[in-house]
């Protein structure tokens, strides 16, 4: 395969005019993805490998959008009628914004089924909060931080809710099932990322963190404290640490469980007898923001 090159740090607008891009970025789903597997890591954040939606994610991003739109509505017109009339316009917005989801569904296929799906996970949001006694200070709220010396953190949240006495809530809505009893430490590392995030962006930590569940009806919830905060940097810069190592020797490696069954890029992975694409020179300094004195190896 030809060497993977990565894209210029500059984009280019509809107007023709050149825009600068966001610098690089540590988000709770790239950290996940390098610790689920270094190489999954490399093919979506240096490779920039396209994958194909799954009907999962799609209903998702689907469910997301809904949530976050209802809140538009004034309080006593945010009910669960209103959210399932939503559905179809926000399917449409979605097949309009990424043409990607065209190809979700075979071409004549019915997607009511599947839209009816998504009205299930809506049904269960209000089983869980009435949206008409909140009032969110903010949603899709994007937050960013420099660590000193360390790697630029950034990320979206849901829903930040804040009480008459100045407490904050970060709120996280997810279309999946809870986690299994032992299993809640990517969940709660995802969490404390964002509340750390906040910590060193605003200075303040959240008193509340919740993962709303819709795919079991189920809310985990967590009170942050500092010492968890610092304790969170730690395991971030040690990541990062990881991640540029892996970066300056191009050893990537693989790590075979479950979530492979799902992995979009199996045919470039040796542990199913794939290669993956060469790299160029210093193409993963490139895409993560670091210096390019030392070239990945293939």
């Known amino acids: ?25 540590l988000s709770p789903s790239r950290a996940n993805d390098f610790m689920q597997c270094p ?16 009907a999962a994610a799609a209903r998702g991003t689907l469910v997301h959008a809904v949530l976050d739109k209802l809140y538009d509505r004034p309080l006593g017109e945010r009910t669960l009628a209103a959210a399932s009339e939503m559905v179809p316009g926000e399917w449409e917005l979605l097949l309009a914004s990424d043409e990607r ?23 269960a949001y209000f089983d869980l909060e009435d949206p008409n006694r909140l009032q969110p200070a903010e ?21 930040l ?25 990517n969940a709660a ?17 959240p008193r509340m963190l919740q993962l709303v569940y819709l795919g079991d009806s189920k809310i985990l919830r967590a009170e ?6 610092v304790n969170t940097e730690q395991r971030v810069r040690a990541l990062w640490a990881a991640i540029t190592s892996a970066a300056s020797t191009g050893e990537w490696a693989t790590r075979r469980g479950p979530l492979c069954n799902w992995c979009a890029h199996q045919s470039l992975c040796p542990e199913f007898g794939g290669t993956p694409p060469e790299l160029t020179a210093g193409a993963a300094q490139r895409a993560l923001g670091l210096a390019t004195t030392t070239a990945a190896r293939p």
Do not use: C, H
Request: a neutral charge; proline letters at 11%.
């Open 1 to 25: 395969m030809p060497p993977t090159e990565i894209p210029s740090a500059e984009v280019v607008e509809q107007t023709g005019a050149r825009a600068p891009r966001r610098p690089p970025a």
């Open 39 to 54: 190489l999954l890591f490399r093919f979506r954040t240096v490779d920039r490998l396209p994958e194909p939606p799954s």
């Open 101 to 123: 989801y065209t190809t979700l569904f075979a071409p004549g296929a019915d997607p009511t089924q599947w839209l009816q799906s998504a009205r299930e996970l809506l049904a």
């Open 139 to 159: 949603r899709e709220l994007f937050v960013e931080t420099q660590l000193e010396n360390g790697p630029l953190l950034r990320g979206i949240v849901d829903r």
């Open 161 to 185: 809710d804040v009480t008459s006495d100045g407490a904050v809530r970060v709120v996280d809505y997810k279309t999946g099932k809870s986690p299994r009893p032992g299993y809640e430490s």
């Open 189 to 205: 590392f995802q969490m404390r990322f964002y509340a750390l995030v906040l910590w060193r962006a605003r200075g303040m930590i």
């Open 224 to 229: 942050p404290t500092e010492s968890d905060l």
